[in-house]
T-cell receptor, first 113, second 114 residues
Framework: KQEVTQIPAALSVPEGENLVLNCSFT??????LQWFRQDPGKGLTSLLL?????REQTSGRLNASLDKSSGRSTLYIAASQPGDSATYLC????????????FGKGTTLSVSS | NAGVTQTPKFRVLKTGQSMTLLCAQD?????MYWYRQDPGMGLRLIHY???????AKGEVPDGYNVSRLKKQNFLLGLESAAPSQTSVYFC?????????????FGPGTRLTVT
């Protein structure tokens, strides 16, 4: 059974720091991996999606990498800002068309000014 | 383009009452999903649909039923609510058949069962 783990569970950093969030999964046979952001009391916003054939994706200050063979993904946030404070969720899609995502429990990030 | 919308946003039920949560998407997506999010448990799939008129069970389907009569709508029903169904419910949709299957989420419904 696929399991997704995110470490650390919580992270506090001062504004301006570059940081890395980690995601690991137990079964390397994934179709894609998605990173989401969730603000308190809100829904999930998709940040980046990496297909299984890709190694990384970039959007602005965000860069996500994927190493299927080792079952790992990282989300790199450059020059963090207080507005980046949120919970970041990693999820993998493992099945055929239509099957759902399996989520990690998230990393809660707090960026202080 | 509203994306994925959910109604209601909040609801309080008494044990044994029934209700239906509505999810609507305007992106012409084939696939739709219902998840629940609980503290310490993460998001878990309840039911999903790969097209109009089709539904399938997810990881935690007991106590819920679903229907997909129209492509743009996916309904989640609780026939006899229990306190264990207190949760935040999220609907999502994605393209299929050659698309990226990137999932887009609604804002959620906060349900409390007393």
């Amino acid at each position: 059974k696929q399991e997704v783990t995110q470490i650390p569970a919580a992270l506090s950093v001062p504004e301006g720091e570059n940081l890395v969030l980690n995601c690991s999964f137990t079964d390397s046979a994934i179709y894609n991996l998605q990173w989401f952001r969730q603000d308190p009391g809100k829904g999930l916003t998709s940040l980046l999606l990496i297909q299984s054939s890709q190694r990384e994706q970039t959007s602005g200050r965000l860069n996500a990498s994927l190493d299927k063979s080792s079952g790992r993904s990282t989300l790199y946030i450059a020059a963090s800002q207080p507005g980046d404070s949120a919970t970041y969720l990693c999820a993998v899609r493992v099945g055929q068309a239509g099957t759902a995502l399996i989520f990690g429990k998230g990393t809660t990030l707090s960026v202080s000014s | 383009n509203a994306g994925v919308t959910q109604t209601p946003k909040f609801r309080v039920l008494k044990t044994g009452q029934s209700m239906t949560l509505l999810c609507a998407q305007d992106m012409n997506h084939e696939y739709m999903y219902w998840y629940r999010q609980d503290p310490g448990m993460g998001l878990r799939l309840i039911h999903y649909s790969v097209g109009e008129g089709t539904t399938a069970k997810g990881e935690v389907p007991d106590g819920y039923n679903v229907s997909r009569l129209k492509k743009q709508n996916f309904l989640l029903g609780l026939e006899s609510a229990a306190p264990s169904q207190t949760s935040v419910y999220f609907c999502a949709s994605s393209s299929g058949g050659g698309g990226s299957y990137e999932q887009y989420f609604g804002p959620g419904t906060r349900l409390t069962v007393t």
